[in-house]
């Protein structure tokens, strides 16, 4: 069965400064990766995946994400955080067609 | 763009009481998803289904059913309501096939049982 852990309950980052949001997984086979933002009362919205090929992944709103095979992570990042950045970030590897979520981490990017 | 609707944003129900959560997409995807989200433990699978009439258990289908007659809408019904299962519910859908293809999500919908 696979898994996903977000170490990290909540990232606080200034404004401006690059972010990072960890994430590491388990599974069997080939990994496909997933991170996912939940605005307030919102639903998910996808950011960005990993299929194969180049690891450093580019998505939207300027976030990408760097897989690592021998560490088994897929961390998110973002070269200089905005406010409006904040928000609960989900990590995903899927299996078939269903997706295993890790718990989520909380980002709050200060002024 | 895909759209994934939810028949209500809020809703408030007793205990006992047979809840129906409705979920409707608009882009012909044959899977479609059930999930129930809480603080710290992330999303958790309740079903999926991926055909009319097709369905299958996620990791917490207890106390759960669903039901898919049409290839746009699945619902998600609760027999009878517990207060364990205040949550907040999303349904979410996709193309069958490659394990890549990715989920779109509706809005959500915050449920309470008193």
């Known amino acids: 069965a696979q898994s996903v852990a977000q170490p990290e309950d909540q990232v606080n980052v200034a404004e401006g400064n690059p972010l990072t949001v960890k994430c590491t997984y388990s599974?069997?086979?080939?990994?496909?990766l997933f991170w996912y933002v939940q605005y307030p009362n919102r639903g998910l919205q996808f950011l960005l995946k990993?299929?194969?090929?180049?690891?450093l992944v580019k998505g939207s709103y300027g976030f990408e994400a760097e897989f690592n095979k021998s560490q088994t992570s897929f961390h998110l990042k973002k070269p200089s955080a905005l406010v409006s950045d904040s928000a609960l970030y989900f990590c995903?590897?899927?299996?078939?067609?269903?997706?295993?979520f890790g718990g989520g981490t909380r980002l709050m990017v200060k002024p | 763009d895909v759209k994934v609707t939810q028949s209500s944003r809020y809703l408030v129900k007793r205990t006992g009481e047979k809840v129906f959560l409705e979920c409707v997409q608009d882009?012909?995807?044959?899977?479609m998803f059930w999930y129930r989200q809480d603080p710290g433990l992330g999303l958790r699978l309740i079903y999926f289904?991926?055909?009319?009439?097709?369905?299958e258990k996620g990791d917490i289908p207890e106390g759960y059913s669903v039901s898919r007659e049409k290839k746009e809408r699945f619902s998600l019904i609760l027999e009878s309501a517990s207060t364990n299962q205040t949550s907040m519910y999303l349904c979410?859908?996709?193309?069958?096939?490659?394990?890549?293809?990715?989920?779109?999500f509706g809005p959500g919908t915050r449920l309470t049982v008193l």
């Open positions: 979410a859908s996709s193309l069958l096939g490659l394990a890549g293809n990715e989920q779109f």
């Open positions: 599974v069997s086979g080939n990994p496909y």
């Open positions: 990993y299929i194969t090929g180049d690891n």
């Open positions: 995903a590897v899927s299996a078939g067609n269903m997706l295993t």
């Open positions: 882009m012909d995807h044959e899977n």
């Open positions: 289904s991926y055909d009319v009439k097709m369905k």
